[in-house]
């Protein structure tokens, strides 16, 4: 069955406290991994798309990368606004559809 | 340029009820889909529309219907609110059905 797991749930950082999130994943024929912000009541925003392992994308102080098994999305100095809950989904070459996990809701504190 | 846009914002139903949520996107996208998201179990897509002309049921379509009414709007139906329906809806479209899926702001539905 396909699965996709993050962790942690929570995270609570001091501004400029780096860290990471993980995404972890089993499926048959991973296609792509998608991540994405979601404020809370408001509707997911993408951030970045990966499809190989080894492949990275930046974007201010997020970084993401991939391996054959998981994702990390990177936050480096993370200021007060980049608090939210970030998601992780995987598409597979055998389906249209995308399985996202539950998210980590991530708290920087002033 | 709107993007995906949503309407209600917030519903609040009897159980029994029926209502339409509307979805429409202005990015000349060909795929369209409808999740569900409730607290612990993450987005689940309850069905989706590939291209215009085209539906199929995703991962929790028990209950409700889709129409794929043009190439911008893709509307969902619930013709019996259940209490286990109370959850937010979002819309989703991708210019095509394994790309970049991008969001709506969402409906809250409420079934008393």
């Known amino acids: 069955e396909d699965q996709v797991t993050q962790s942690p749930e929570a995270l609570r950082l001091q501004e400029g406290e780096s860290s990471s999130l993980n995404c972890s994943y089993t499926?048959?024929?991973?296609?792509?991994l998608f991540w994405y912000r979601q404020d809370p009541g408001k509707g997911p925003e993408f951030l970045f798309t990966?499809?190989?392992a080894g492949e990275e994308k930046e974007k201010e102080r997020l970084k993401a990368t991939l391996t054959k098994k998981e994702s990390f999305l990177h936050i480096t100095a993370p200021k007060p606004e980049d608090s939210a809950t970030y998601l992780c989904a995987v598409q597979t070459y055998i389906s249209n559809q995308f399985y996202f996990g539950t998210g980590t809701s991530l708290t920087v504190i002033p | 340029n709107a993007g995906v846009t949503q309407t209600p914002k917030f519903q609040v139903l009897k159980t029994g009820q029926s209502m339409t949520l509307q979805c429409a996107q202005d990015?000349?996208?060909?795929?369209m889909y409808w999740y569900r998201q409730d607290p612990g179990m993450g987005l689940r897509l309850i069905y989706y529309?590939?291209?215009?002309?085209?539906?199929d049921k995703g991962e929790v379509p028990n209950g409700y219907n889709v129409s794929r009414l043009n190439k911008r709007e893709f509307s969902l139906r619930l013709e019996s609110a259940a209490p286990s329906q109370t959850s937010v809806y979002f819309c989703?479209?991708?210019?095509?059905?394994?790309?970049?899926?991008?969001f709506g702001p969402g409906t809250r539905l409420l079934v008393l």
């Open positions: 529309s590939a291209s215009e002309g085209t539906t």
């Open positions: 990966l499809y190989s």
């Open positions: 499926v048959s024929g991973l296609r792509g």
């Open positions: 990015m000349n996208h060909n795929s």
């Open positions: 989703a479209s991708s210019e095509f059905s394994q790309e970049t899926q991008y």
